[in-house]
Nanobody, 123 residues
Framework: QVQLVESGGGLVQPGGSLRLSCAAS????????MGWYRQAPGKERELVAT???????NYADSVKGRFTISRDNAKNTVYLQMNSLKPEDTAVYYC?????????????????WGQGTQVAVSS
């Protein structure tokens, strides 16, 4: 019902920057929250940053001060500006959306994930 399309990953040197984008499309009544998670090889998926509709951003301690999440509600798009990248930021980054749906008689919410975009930080 909802598709998340990510873009912006790639290879960057330590200290460099990348900007990820994720656009949601489909049957959307409202997006409650959007965010980014990442998964490095051999590790579990972890929260990077999220932002709820009308709320303050929430960041993992490891990225505070370096990453900035923002939303364009009109475009159903979330961005992740990543600065001062470190080798330990290397991972597949996944977009997540908590979407509220409406069908006659009820509202309900569901979680959606993007396909992932690779970020590699290496010299």
């Amino acid at each position: 019902q909802v598709q998340l399309v990510e873009s912006g990953g790639g290879l960057v040197q330590p200290g460099g920057s990348l900007r990820l984008s994720c656009a949601a499309s489909g049957s959307i009544f409202r997006i409650n929250a959007m965010g980014w998670y990442r998964q490095a090889p051999g590790k579990e998926r972890e929260l990077v940053a999220t932002v709820a509709s009308g709320g303050s951003p929430n960041y993992a301690d490891s990225v505070k001060g370096r990453f900035t999440i923002s939303r364009d509600n009109a475009k159903n798009t979330v961005y992740l500006q990543m600065n001062s990248l470190k080798p330990e930021d290397t991972a597949v980054y996944y977009c997540h959306a908590d979407v509220r749906h409406y069908e006659p008689g009820r509202f309900y919410s569901a979680d959606y994930w993007g396909q992932g975009t690779q970020v590699a930080v290496s010299s």
